[in-house]
């Protein structure tokens, strides 16, 4: 959406979206502007510079009066969250935005290249990732684990989702993981990205291998759940308990900030660290 | 008689249904011969797990839950001589709420604590919303009541949406208490609160006369040898305190308490001994109903019970409100 004149090369960036924040820092710009991210803190794999730019609201409620204040030579949304703000941002500056966000997000970086003229770092940094994703993929199946199938579910106080595609079901299939059969979608385009459950659909979880996106600080604790009410109450239950990743010590915590809530290149790319580590240390182990 | 007999074996019979149905059906489809084969035995099945494990914890919290809800909403209603009295609306779930929250969240009270903290919020909710609704030359009309208590209500709510604000992680810690559902209930909740329903319950049947008595005008009550004041006084205790398990074992469910006693007059007439026998099976019946309802309508998901109760709650209290004239 937008077919706005961007000033080559513009220097002055405000982003509206965890993802454009994460991708412009990717490319080499630091914004002037961010939205806060979904966390108290930054997220730990973005790179120290987020923290120079000013915060201008969040990704659901932009601050359009701080925007303005930052006088951005472009400003990177997508339509998905911030199409009822598109009049007001394109006064302030030339607005870009993406259809969406999460599994979009390779087609998006070349989006945002191209609004902040760096078209060949844009190639560049989804070639690097392609590239690291096809070799990881390779090592995975020369090592036997390449049929993996790989769980992702999400603790939440008021829900808990199973993860089907999105940003991280990408990432994964990038890597050539398989999903089980309960997580397989038929559609990848038109599929929902995630699916609620209740405790009686456990058994839905289940995989050769969980990953359990987890918040920053219970990633941090070494054992157990007890940061996190409905974790804990869930994982007490005999259909976790029965759930044959669980039986097989193979559930394993990971940090949402770069599996779910960063949803950019540096992201993905973060992510397949932690699959490399996971399954090479433990093909090797 | 035969009437309220027969009323009372349509009431078992309907709960029997309901309770029968809260543990055959659920987000995942358990044919029924393996529900009964998962609660004779088969220890290690996941049947067994889902229906011994989360069906029968949440419907024994649910009967009892409904239960108290049924019996508070005519304590309350009987003590108020107000149809619209109820624990939802005179501020004592929401009451309840914030205290736990204050309580169990920020105080670092324990979990086994929450009835008594739900007790005590609840009880000073009530006072605060009855009080609010008695100021003023008309008196306590049904009105009044419902607006001061929405006042105090939705105070209360914004200060526990205030807390949770401040702070994520206790937010996330007390959120299931202020869902409305019946989900993941630990059944050994239960256990420890018996006592004190039964305290409840039996203390609603000895009131019973009193508050036929209440029904006809305090004058009239006075002459029989009653003290309505006192009267007043227990029987809103009584409610307060069932109101506050409800929330600590449920959360703030809605409507319940405020229907199910219309309900039972409906069928058997207007005194009290009938009227707190039916809603005690009544109550139940339709939060577990509600509960049964929000399992399947959102598959793989759920819809939390106090949601579906204030789906169905709400146009009777519309009725309600439009049918009853306040006697200014």
Known sequence: MGTSQVACAPERVVTLGQGQTDSTLALGVTPVGVVEPWTDDWYAYLPDEVEQATVVGTELEPDLEAIAALEPDVILGSKLRHEGFYEQLSQIAPTVFSETIGVAWKENVSLWAQALCREEKGEQVVAAYEQRAGELAAALEDTGVADTEVSMIRFQPDQVRIYLTGFPGLVLRDAGLQRPAAQQVEDWATSAMLTEISEERIPEMDGDVIFVMVSSDSYAQAEGYDLDETMTRWTSTELWKGLSAVQADAVHKVNEEHWNLGGGVLAANAMLDDLEAYFMDTATS | ?328
Do not use: Y
């Not at chain 2, 605060?128 to 006042?151: D, N």
């Not at chain 2, 399992?295 to 579906?308: F, W």
């Not at chain 2, 204030?310 to 209290?317: D, V």
């Open chain 2, 1 to 328: 008689m035969i009437r309220r007999l027969g009323a009372l074996g349509l009431a078992i019979a309907v709960l029997t249904v309901v309770v029968v149905v809260s543990i055959a059906v659920g987000s995942v489809t358990v044919p029924f011969a393996q529900v009964l084969e998962a609660l004779g035995g088969a220890r290690t099945s996941e049947a067994h797990f889902i229906v011994s494990g989360m069906r029968v914890p949440r419907t024994v919290s649910g009967l009892v839950a409904g239960s108290c809800l049924g019996v508070a909403g005519v304590l309350l209603q009987g003590a108020t001589r107000n149809p619209i009295a109820s624990p939802a609306l005179l501020g004592i779930t929401a009451g309840g709420g914030f205290a736990v929250v204050v309580g169990v969240a920020f105080l670092g009270l324990p979990a086994g604590a929450a009835v008594w903290v739900a007790f005590v919020g609840g009880a000073a909710a009530a006072a605060l919303a009855l009080g609010l609704a008695s100021t003023g030359r008309e008196g306590l009309s049904p009105v009044r009541l419902v607006l001061s208590g929405a006042i105090v209500s939705s105070l209360l709510g914004a200060w526990t949406a205030g807390l949770l604000a401040i702070d994520q992680r206790t937010a996330d810690d007390v959120r299931h208490w202020l869902a409305g559902s019946l989900a993941g209930r630990d059944v050994a909740a239960v256990g420890p609160l018996l006592p004190v329903v039964v305290a409840g319950l039996l203390g609603a049947w000895l009131l019973a006369g009193q508050l036929d008595a209440l029904a006809l005008g305090d004058e009239t009550a006075v002459g029989l040898g009653q003290h309505p004041a006192r009267t007043r006084l227990v029987a809103a205790g009584i409610a307060v305190l069932l109101s506050a398990v409800a929330v600590a074992l449920a959360g703030p469910i809605a409507f319940v308490g405020l229907a199910v006693p219309h309900l039972a007059r409906a069928l058997v007439g207007a005194a009290h001994r009938p009227v707190l026998l039916l809603s005690m099976l009544l109550g139940p019946a339709m939060l577990l109903g509600a509960d049964v309802v929000g399992r399947v309508v959102a598959r793989p998901s759920e819809v939390q019970a106090g949601v579906l109760t204030a789906l169905l709650g709400a146009p009777l209290l519309v009725r309600l409100a439009v049918r009853v004239k306040s006697p200014a």
